[in-house]
């Protein structure tokens, strides 16, 4: 059974940075995708950020330039998340797709930017 781990959320000012870390525990195989989802209060959860394992990333508009994802090894991921907005503030879930659409969830960290 996969679990996914989330930390480093937090209260930020504006401006302020947060490195948001994921690590997964079981069995991670084959060709798959690590990222990151937000959702804030009232909204739909969104994609931030995700790696596939051969390196390929994608972005949301809303965070390019600002927020980098990276992976150390096929259980670890993170985000390091630049130039925070209050309109970052949000839920943060880890997730992780294997091959034959496996997916998992990590239960969240609070990311909270004030003004």
């Known amino acids: 059974q996969v679990q996914l781990v989330e930390s480093g959320g937090g209260l930020v000012q504006a401006g302020g940075s947060l490195r948001l870390s994921c690590v997964a525990s079981g069995s991670i195989f084959g060709i798959n995708v690590m990222g990151w989802y937000r959702q804030a209060p009232g909204k739909q959860r969104e994609l931030v950020a995700c790696?596939?394992?051969?390196?390929?990333t994608e972005y949301a508009d809303s965070v390019k330039g600002r927020f980098t994802i990276s992976r150390d090894s096929a259980k670890t991921v993170y985000v390091q998340m630049n130039s925070l907005k209050p309109e970052d503030t949000a839920v943060y879930y880890c997730?992780?797709?294997?091959?034959?659409?496996?997916?998992?969830w990590g239960k969240g960290t609070l990311v909270t930017v004030s003004s």
């Open positions: 997730n992780l797709v294997l091959p034959g659409d496996m997916e998992y």
């Open positions: 790696m596939t394992s051969g390196g390929r």
